[in-house]
């Protein structure tokens, strides 16, 4: 899909198009270090496993497979039977399999035009929980549309932990991006040439694919889009993040549903916000009211931005229907969205990291016996495991 669009610059004043200035350099070169896990979030039919299974046996280590939708925990652990791989896998299903409630997820619950029926921060806060329990020290988040990650840089990524808190892979495939950042992407395309040549929007690192110290113990997933930015905001002030190596991400149409847009805005808005506070040096606790008041004016100009510059184009694809549609339901949504909903979700995230930071306060650090005596402390009944066992060194 490309725009007949003159490449322009975004107004930095409505819209920053790159955060990745936050991101920090190591200070050497890499220390090769093992993977713990490979930790997966799964949907997507079995085979978008091949590439985890395949990465976990290069690396000498196994996968932790959280599954719904299409594809099922005993279809996981029957692939790493297959390759030889060690697979934990489990069923997720609404049961809160030992979870703490999360405030932020009942302020979602009360707002329906905020709601956002995913499952993926519960599988990846299970396996933070699973990942703990067994004294594991370094694990490898990958979601099951990445590919094409390079073991050493794995093992890079592992031994800059301890430096950086969280170290993520430069995804070198199709963008990660909001519906509304893609918009701006495609109106940097000069559809004469076919080549990108005013990509304003930048990628950030994402847990898509992201080295994570275990030993956090204060951060956590909250169910909302943009959840692997609050992960980042809630290591703390000091937090470091890093990055290395490479991976990449499947194409998808971030336009072939504009119900899309709507199921983002708010965490987009969100996270956005707060990571312009960041940019500008400033602290989280500057997301008082008036500031939230100051950001969505600036977030409603930067949807208008997009939609006047949409509608200016001339278009050589007939789904710029479908652009305009995710656009306008960018808006709806924004539209619902006041200054208060922010003041108040923030404060219940910071109270969920609290929730989190006393939940795992009153259970083991680790347990001797490693994943196996994780399993049995935790008592997930519809837990199944490959019969390669899991690599002795832990």
Known sequence: MTLDAQPQPIDPTIHHP???????????????????????PAARPVDYLDNAVALAGKLGTGVVAMCSGAVTADEAVRLGDTNSVPVIALDVTDEPCGLPTFST??????????????????KRNLALLLSRLAGWERVLFLDDDIYDVDPADAQAAAGLLGEFDV????????????????????????????????????????????????????SFF???????????????????????????????????????????????????????????????????LGYWREFIDRRK?????????????????????????????????????????????VERWRSDRDTWRSFLEQRPASLCGGSDAALEYLGWGAVIKSSVSWPTRF
């Open 167 to 218: 170290v993520g892979l430069n995804n070198e495939g199709y963008p990660d991006n909001s519906v509304t950042c893609h918009v701006l992407r495609l109106l940097g395309y000069d559809a004469a040439d076919r080549n990108v040549v005013s990509c304003e929007q930048v990628q950030f690192v994402g847990v898509g694919g992201m080295a994570v110290s275990i030993k956090l113990d204060c």
């Open 105 to 122: 997820s009942e302020f979602l619950q009360n707002h329906s035009d905020f709601a956002r029926p995913s499952d993926t921060s519960r």
């Open 301 to 345: 100009l930067f949807l208008e931005y997009l939609s006047s510059r949409v509608n200016e184009q001339e278009f050589d694809h007939a789904a710029i229907a479908q652009i305009r549609a995710s656009l306008a339901r960018s808006q709806e949504v924004l539209a619902e969205i006041q200054p208060e909903f922010c003041v108040e979700y």
């Open 18 to 40: 790159s955060h990745r200035h936050l991101l920090k350099k190591p200070t050497g070169p890499a220390r090769h270090t093992s993977v713990d896990a490979v930790i997966v």
């Open 222 to 288: 909250p169910n909302i889009y943009n959840q692997d930015w609050f992960f980042i905001l809630g290591l703390g002030e000091s937090r470091r993040i890093g990055v290395t190596g490479s991976m990449k991400q499947r194409w998808y149409d971030p336009f072939e549903d504009p119900d899309r847009a709507r199921r983002e805005e708010f965490g987009d808005c969100l996270a956005e916000g707060l990571f312009w506070l960041l940019d500008d040096g400033q602290s989280l606790k500057h997301s008082d």
